[in-house]
């Protein structure tokens, strides 16, 4: 059965860092594609950050530049390090497994998420 834990939210203020971690398990991360994705009440969930068994990565426009995936086989566990934070990135994070192509859906059942607060 497939577990995907998030966790490493918290309050922040405005163009402070944090990292979120996904760890995975009964499933090899290091041979699917995952997606990071995040929801505000009220609004569908939206991915922000895809990675590819192969290393590639692709964001939302809303990210770039300020957010990076990152994995580690070894722990089987998929990072977001989100630099430069914004009030508007506030929302629930969860982690995914899905397709390779950026609009394909994701697979597995939701984890519990990870809250992330941007607020001064």
């Known amino acids: 059965q497939v577990q995907l834990v998030e966790s490493g939210g918290g309050l922040v203020q405005p163009g402070e860092s944090l990292r979120l971690s996904c760890a995975a398990s009964?499933?090899?991360?290091?041979?699917?594609?995952m997606g990071w994705y995040r929801q505000v009440p009220g609004k569908q969930r939206e991915l922000v950050a895809h990675?590819?068994?192969?290393?590639?990565?692709n964001y939302a426009d809303s990210v770039k530049g300020r957010f990076t995936i990152s994995s580690d086989n070894a722990k089987n566990t998929v990072y977001l390090q989100m630099d430069r934070l914004k009030p508007e990135d506030t929302a629930v994070y969860y982690c995914?497994?899905?397709?390779?192509?950026?609009?394909?859906?994701?697979?597995?059942?939701w984890g519990q998420g990870t809250q992330v607060t941007v607020s001064s």
């Open positions: 990675i590819l068994p192969f290393g590639m990565k």
């Open positions: 995914n497994v899905k397709g390779f192509s950026w609009g394909s859906e994701p697979s597995r059942s």
């Open positions: 009964g499933i090899s991360i290091s041979r699917n594609a």
